[in-house]
């Protein structure tokens, strides 16, 4: 389904100029914001059983992460409806831990803690994740990747990835160094996974307009897209959200936010934006934009 232009702001008729590859190199995702219900017991899911850090707790809102890297953003919004499964929105925010070692002591973590919200593992080639469903229902991936030079690209940048078997007690085995050193910088957002109402409007909006390159696709039912040759930034899928409409207003996702190298970057895609008449808020700073699903995305500078 395509939305019409009378449901959405974005004009889905203007010229198909397509800028992918037009996403700075330097493109990373920042901080994801969680709308919650209780603050206090999902704070302490993901500091506890997640291993991140308090970095800020004030009124309703709380912020973790490692160092000083903002990785969840959680904000207390108690009369919300939880979200609809099967809407667009959130499917799994996406952690990246510094190494094997690493990810292995979180996952002994939230082993021990919330062994609960365990829903699976898999070997993407690229990578190694394990997948859990936080206390209000949110998608979770802890996982690292293997290094670049053995992932498989095809000459039109493409990157093959796969979902084979990972047994988390194996993986545990082998990786897990209690004595480690988990000092300075090791954990960050690696990717957002998206629910979306269709492949083909978020590929014109996420590629041919905001510039993200094409990595890989699984026919009219997922998508995957990236800067700078990463295996994905942005994944989106319709498995359990095909002709989704936009979204109403509920607890989950808040905002997914990306980082670009100089504010440069910010003032080109705001250009790519106005020419397909899509909606902005501009600060001066950040950039905000909704998707056709009405999917907030903040855009930042990193200087």
């Known amino acids: 389904m395509t939305p019409s232009s009378s449901s959405s702001p974005f004009d889905w008729r203007a010229p198909a100029v397509s800028t992918a590859g037009a996403a700075p190199d330097g493109a990373r995702m920042n901080a994801v914001e969680l ?13 506890q059983a997640v291993t991140l850090d308090i970095l800020d707790q004030s009124g309703a809102t709380a912020t973790l992460g490692r ?4 990785i969840m953003r959680l904000r207390q919004e108690k009369d919300l409806p939880p979200a609809n499964p099967r809407a667009a929105g959130l499917y799994h925010t996406a952690i990246l831990f510094q190494d094997e070692a690493r990810l292995a002591s979180a996952l002994l973590s939230v082993a021990q803690q919330a062994p609960q919200t365990f829903t699976g593992s898999a070997d993407h080639l690229v990578s190694e994740a394990f997948y859990f469903t936080d206390p209000e229902g949110n998608g979770l991936e802890l996982y690292h990747d293997r290094p ?7 000459p039109d940048g493409s990157v093959h990835m796969d979902s084979l078997a990972l047994d988390p007690n194996r993986f545990l ?49 997922a998508l995957f897209v990236s800067a700078g040759g990463y295996h ?4 989106m899928n319709t498995w359990q959200s095909a002709g989704a409409g936009p979204r109403a207003a509920s607890l989950g996702l808040g905002d997914v936010r990306v980082t670009v190298p100089a504010r ?40």
């Not at 670049?148 to 095809?154: G, I, K, L, M, P």
């Not at 020419?275 to 995305?297: A, I, K, N, Y």
């Open 67 to 70: 160092a000083d890297e903002p």
């Open 173 to 221: 085995q082998r990786w897990l160094a209690p004595d480690a050193d988990d000092e300075g910088q090791t954990a960050t957002i690696g990717h957002v996974h998206l629910q979306v109402g269709d492949i083909p409007t978020a590929r014109r909006f996420y590629s041919d307009i905001l510039g993200f390159d094409v990595t890989a696709a699984l026919g009219n039912t």
């Open 232 to 235: 994905h930034h942005i994944g």
């Open 264 to 303: 440069a970057d910010i003032n080109a895609l705001a250009d790519r934006l106005a020419f397909h008449h899509v909606p902005v808020e501009d600060d001066g700073r950040t950039l905000r934009l909704s998707d056709p699903w009405g999917t907030r995305l903040a855009l930042t500078p990193e200087s």
């Open 35 to 47: 709308l919650v219900r209780d603050l206090d017991a999902m704070t302490a899911y993901y500091q």
């Open 148 to 154: 670049r030079d053995q992932w498989q690209v095809a």
